[in-house]
């Protein structure tokens, strides 16, 4: 996952600097804490106010510039921010971390060769990092990389940085590095946005080559992509710029009347219309949540499901504006590609706040149904009989939502009874009885759905699971291991497995599984918390501090994250 900006305008940043006191310790001490506890509370203004007649005070503190410049930074304001950080780099010239916040800043303003080179001189320096920002800053730098044309200089930072498990933004970036478009994301004519994460993902696939050349055989027009790249100074192709860029011409007169006129052709079912006054509408307008959702829905009804799931998913990010139904269409259009995509436990995540609401509640049901079942259909690709068996067991999910059991577990023993060869719904149900404590009855329905399954992972991962609850390890231990033979690139399973070994005493062999588990789906806090235990119990108290450190972070990012699914959302829908 890419990390948010820099948060904290405290990182350590070690500088060898003397301070020049021109002020009674006393009354910059007490401007310290007052801009220390304005930025605590988000009060940039009045933080950026009191460093400001800090640095009058003592004007050559290293320190004090660093406050400063990191506060305007998390305020926007960027100009401000970058004179500050200039003035930092000047006292701290080896500081790596001051190049990393200025590279950012003039990114920020546009200035994209001063934050190249910016970024790129911090890159070379050494010294104490923070985590979050070297992140942000190798991103950013990747960006600028491509932007320059130096295409495999960002693949390799790209995949050093964030290993095999990108975020959907670090996938753009390796698509536009794969593709050879020497441009950045923002810039990118939005319709080329599903063959760029495409893109993304065949990078980091098993043979990349392969991979692309089924791409250029998709999209014949990107065939300038499979070239090899040419020697010496990396250059900005224009035919590759032309491709891809997206007009920003239009004038902001204009863009309004895209937007009315959208609208109308939305509504008229003219949906080829509809784009394309889209398009020009969020070209000036990339915070628009509606529109992209807008534009999501039309290419749903079009059939361009690549590129609905991403525009639907940027509308939602960003928020939507409408009507209950409105809301409920884009909710229910993305679930059912999610779905599509075999993303059922997040499909059943975004529909569980809209469950049994009208005036879609029939609709909405059904996608639920077919994420139980794990269904990879849309619901217009469904026979009678399996329409009406998708929509039985989204009835059981919302009952199941609901806690309202006693209804529930019949309506399951019913389903089974009367569709013994269905697979996934005694999965569903052993869940359900696992969230009882019904352990046992839990375990039985697992063993009953790895006949119907017999290739799949989740049900041991279930078993593993429960076991642990049970305590019982050895039990716990095997069944992790079964998962893993599996589904190898599982990063439940893994950590299952890391589990069950620090349960039977073998702390080094936990490690190495929940490092495996940390790789395949980093930040999950989870993982960290266990890895904690794990190092505490082998004696590395200073890593087990670290891995404490790194789950409070990335609980605190979770911020109002819903709770575990009764179907589970263990990050394994493919396994």
């Not at 639907?312 to 209950?324: E, P, T, W």
């Not at 013994?420 to 999965?427: A, D, E, N, R, V």
């Not at 490690?511 to 505490?536: C, M, Q, W």
Request: with cysteine.
């Amino acid at each position: 996952m890419l990390p948010r900006r820099p948060c904290r305008a405290a990182a350590l940043l070690v500088l060898a600097l003397s301070l020049v006191a021109a002020a009674p310790a006393q009354s910059i001490q007490s401007l310290e804490q007052a801009a220390s506890a304005a930025r605590d509370a988000g009060n940039a203004d009045e933080a950026i106010r009191d460093y400001s007649r800090i640095l009058a005070l003592r004007p050559n503190s290293a320190q004090d510039w660093w406050n400063l410049g990191t506060t305007q930074y998390q305020a926007n304001r960027y100009s401000d921010a970058v004179a500050s950080l200039q003035k930092l780099t000047q006292l701290a010239p080896n500081a790596a971390q001051g190049w990393d916040m200025l590279g950012l800043s003039q990114f920020e303003t546009k200035d994209y060769d001063a934050a190249l080179a910016s970024l790129e001189k911090a890159r070379k320096l050494s010294g104490q990092e923070d985590p979050e920002i070297s992140r942000v800053a190798a991103y950013h730098l990747a960006l600028l990389l491509i932007r320059s044309g130096d295409f495999e200089h960002a693949t390799t930072l790209l995949r050093s940085t964030f290993g095999g498990a990108p975020s959907a933004q670090v996938k753009t970036a390796l698509g536009l590095a794969m593709l050879r478009v020497p441009l950045l994301p923002s810039e990118i004519d939005p319709s080329h946005d599903a063959l760029i994460q495409a893109a993304g993902k065949a990078a980091i696939s098993a043979d990349p080559a392969q991979a692309l050349a089924a791409l250029i055989r998709q999209y014949p027009q990107i065939a300038q992509a499979e070239a090899a790249p040419s020697p010496g100074k990396p250059t900005r192709d224009p035919h590759m710029i032309a491709l891809f860029k997206a007009n920003t011409t239009t004038a902001a007169p204009e863009a309004a009347s895209a937007w009315q006129t959208a609208m109308r052709d939305y509504s008229a079912q003219r949906y080829p219309e509809a784009l394309a006054s889209l398009k020009s509408w969020v070209e000036q307008n990339p915070g628009d949540g509606t529109a992209w959702a807008v534009m999501g829905l039309s290419e749903f009804a079009l059939k361009d499901y690549s590129n609905a799931r991403i525009h639907l998913q940027r509308g939602i990010n960003l928020g939507l504006k409408g009507s209950a139904e409105a809301l409920q269409l884009a909710s229910d259009r993305l679930a059912l590609l999610l779905i599509r995509d075999h993303q059922f436990d997040a499909a059943t995540s975004l529909l569980r706040p809209l469950a049994g609401h009208p005036p879609m509640a029939a609709q909405i049901q059904l996608a639920l149904g077919l994420a139980l079942l794990r269904i990879p259909s849309l619901p217009d690709d469904l026979d009678a009989p399996h329409r009406d068996l998708a929509q039985s067991a989204g009835a059981i999910v919302e009952l199941l939502f609901a806690s309202r059991y006693s209804e529930a577990f019949p309506a399951f023993d019913k389903l089974i009874a009367e569709h013994p060869s269905t697979p996934w719904l005694h999965y569903a149900y052993g869940n359900a009885l696992d969230s009882l404590s019904r352990y046992d009855d839990a375990k039985a329905q697992m063993h009953a759905e790895m006949k119907l399954s017999p290739r799949s992972a989740l049900p041991w991962i279930s078993i593993a699971a429960i076991s642990l609850r049970q305590h019982l390890s050895k039990d716990a231990l095997k069944a992790a291991e079964t998962a893993v033979d599996l589904a190898p690139t599982s990063a439940e399973a893994h950590y299952q497995l890391g589990r069950a070994l620090l349960e039977n005493g073998d702390a080094a062999k936990a490690i190495a599984e929940l490092g495996k588990a940390n790789t395949i789906k980093p930040d999950t806090p989870e993982i960290h918390f266990v890895l904690a235990r794990a190092y505490s119990k082998a004696g590395d108290r200073e890593k087990a501090a670290a891995e404490r450190t790194a789950f409070t972070r990335l609980k605190a990012l979770e911020g109002q994250a819903q709770g575990q699914s009764i179907l589970r959302t263990d990050g394994t829908d493919n396994q």
